[in-house]
């Protein structure tokens, strides 16, 4: 058997079906993972009579690479990425690759990029998308690190990778060093924001309508022929109709506490860092996070008692109108989203394709959806789009949906369904349009009791003031910190 054109270490179930996702496209993988029996079991089982070489040692894995060699590692994020790289860096060779397709934190991938091309080695960090599913039959895959890797894995990536309808590969140079992992993270928080939307689409309808699954089922089939159409809406159409043993909704089952596993909460930690008021993702961290205080939550709704009025308005309005408030509030998380690519490239000196990420993100990913073809449209437009609020299919989009917004917004206030996500996106939809926000009484309040000095805006931008407002301060004033 030939030398294989690339090794995948780490046979969880991403890193097998990407290996018979890649052997499918017609190249030969080896694989090893530190469990040997794992291997064995996978080349005697899946594996059997495909172009896949089992390995039961990193040298003997090496030894089975055409040169360049690349190494794909399908390792758990943290600290067994580093070990795996220190085993790696010993064994490869000056123009070897090592490439990271875990969901590994972007400054983790900065670090490591600059570590193995000090070794003279060449390092990708590649977000991967799909899932298992998506791994196995084309997932969405948005790599950085150094660039002269990229010709070398382009043609595995694209050749794997889910296409569009025109067959473009939803794969594509994203930037240096940790732009990968970066926009992998800010996919996730999107994710988050993604899903928390229609949890909150299904509290309303559920608690405050009060449908069952079959009518929540056909809502939902019928969202996904509309500007909705996606793989998340998809889903929930056929989680809602499916049925346990005993013929109910397996779904009113379930325990109420979301787990994650800590991509979101990156993002909003990216957001803060950068001064980007991503609230939407952050709302849908935190929805996860009271998920999670579950028996305290049953206390305090016996401690209250409180019980949702009847609704009186017009059912099937009321319905259309939450389709309307689920498409505004997902177009804000996307603006959110991609306000802090654009503001955290500034900050590492990335050149991303703003355009481009859409189209990595249109197929195999699990936030994949014709409304991002609207997004890659915007940005081929003009690639130095501020902010897709500001797009005019998005500006038109968005003053017809306004109306509906406000009225699911104003119902859940009124009759008391928690929609953390859809009324934060709201506001930050008043705020982001409102020409005077209220920060200049805040900026005096700083001023009075810090001297953090202000801004006028009968003077220059950049000349700072400060004022004695009890008449007995002085006139030193404080630092400034500026988010943003």
């Known amino acids: 058997m030939k030398k294989a054109d690339i090794g995948l270490i780490g046979l969880a179930v991403m890193g097998e079906n990407l290996i018979m996702n890649m052997e499918s496209k017609g190249f030969t993988v080896a694989c090893y993972n530190r469990t040997t029996e794992k291997v064995d079991n996978f080349i005697n089982g899946r594996a059997k009579g495909k172009n896949i070489i089992g390995c039961h040692s990193i040298q003997e894995l090496i030894d089975n690479l055409e040169k360049p060699r690349k190494v794909f590692c399908m390792v758990k994020a943290g600290a067994a990425v580093d070990a795996m790289i220190d085993q790696l860096v010993e064994v490869l060779e000056p123009g070897d690759i090592i490439i990271d397709g875990g969901n590994s934190h972007f400054p983790d991938t900065i670090r490591r990029t600059k570590y193995v091309e000090s070794k003279g080695l060449l390092y990708v960090g590649t977000g991967v998308s799909g899932g298992e599913e998506g ?46 992992h970066f926009v992998k993270m800010v996919h996730n928080g999107i994710e988050y924001g993604d899903m928390q939307l229609i949890c909150e689409s299904y509290q309303l309808m559920r608690d405050l309508l009060g449908m069952s699954d079959d009518e929540m089922h056909e809502v939902f089939k019928k969202w996904n022929e509309t500007e909705l159409d996606s793989y998340l809406i998809e889903i929930t159409r056929d989680i809602l109709a499916y049925k346990d043993v ?17 991509t979101g909460k990156w993002t909003g930690i990216a957001a803060l860092d950068e001064g980007v008021p991503l609230t939407l993702i952050g709302e849908a961290v935190f929805s996860r ?17 409180r019980k949702i009025p009847e609704f009186t308005g017009d059912k099937a ?24 690519m654009r503001t955290a490239a500034k900050t590492y000196g990335w050149n991303l394709n703003y355009g481009g990420i859409a189209l990595m993100w249109r197929g195999g990913c699990i936030i994949r ?28 989009t968005i003053e017809k949906l306004v109306p509906a917004w406000r009225t699911v917004a104003a119902a859940a206030c009124q009759y008391g369904v928690s929609a953390p996500a859809m009324t934060s996106a709201l506001s930050y939809f008043d705020g982001y349009t409102t020409e005077r926000l209220p920060a200049n009484l805040l900026q005096a309040q700083r001023d009075y009791f810090g001297a953090h000095t202000y801004e006028r805006l009968d003077k220059p931008t950049g000349e700072f003031f400060h004022t004695n407002w009890t008449g007995h301060g002085g006139n030193t004033t404080a630092a400034t910190y500026n988010a943003g």
């Open 135 to 180: 791994a196995l039959k084309g997932p969405s895959m948005m790599p950085g690190g150094s660039p002269e890797a990229w010709p070398f894995v382009k043609p595995i990536f694209q050749g794997i990778c889910a296409k569009v309808e025109d067959g473009q590969a939803c794969c594509d140079w994203v930037g240096e060093n940790g732009a990968g």
């Open 246 to 262: 005993d013929g109910e909704p397996i779904v009113e089952k379930i325990r109420d506490t979301a787990g994650q596993k800590g």
């Open 289 to 305: 996070c009271l998920s999670a205080m579950k028996e305290e939550r049953v206390e305090a709704s016996r401690v209250y008692g």
């Open 317 to 340: 309005e009321f319905i259309e109108a939450i389709r309307k408030a689920l498409y505004a509030s997902k177009i804000i998380s996307y603006a959110q989203g991609y306000t802090l």
């Open 369 to 396: 959806s014709v409304f991002l073809g609207k997004i890659k449209e915007a940005y081929d437009k003009n690639p130095a789009l501020t902010n897709l609020l500001l797009d005019p299919y998005f500006k038109e």
